[in-house]
């Protein structure tokens, strides 16, 4: 099993800027790759980024040049370093850890505000 817990998340005004972390605990050698996904009242949750245990990273389009998915090399934490925020990127932000064949973990979710 994995465990995941976010952090960083807030109330930011239009513009600034917030970073998300995600710890991993448990069997982090099984982790393939760990993504940040969100989810905005009423709506599906969608994909935001995702890094691979070989560094290569992936974004959605609506957030290209604004965000960025980073780890740390024993990849037990991946973070999400949000920069002009707007308030559509106002959401609830989950973690999530890819296990290939042995399936995924959900973090908790940590709540963004972006106000106008």
């Known amino acids: 099993q994995v465990q995941l817990v976010e ?14 972390s995600c710890a991993a605990s448990g069997n982090i ?16 949750r969608e994909f935001v980024a995702v890094i691979t245990g070989g560094g290569s990273t992936n974004l959605a389009d609506s957030v290209k040049c604004r965000f960025t998915i980073s780890r740390t090399n024993a990849k037990n934490m991946v973070f999400l370093q949000m920069d002009s925020l ?13 296990l290939g064949i042995k399936g995924y973990y959900w973090g908790q979710g940590t709540q963004v505000t972006v106000s106008s």
Do not use: H, N
């Open 7 to 20: 952090s960083g998340g807030g109330l930011v005004q239009a513009g600034g800027s917030l970073r998300l």
């Open 29 to 44: 050698f099984s982790i393939s790759a760990m993504g940040w996904y969100r989810q905005a009242p009423g709506q599906q």
């Open 86 to 98: 707007k308030p559509e990127d106002t959401a609830v932000y989950y973690c999530k850890a890819d």
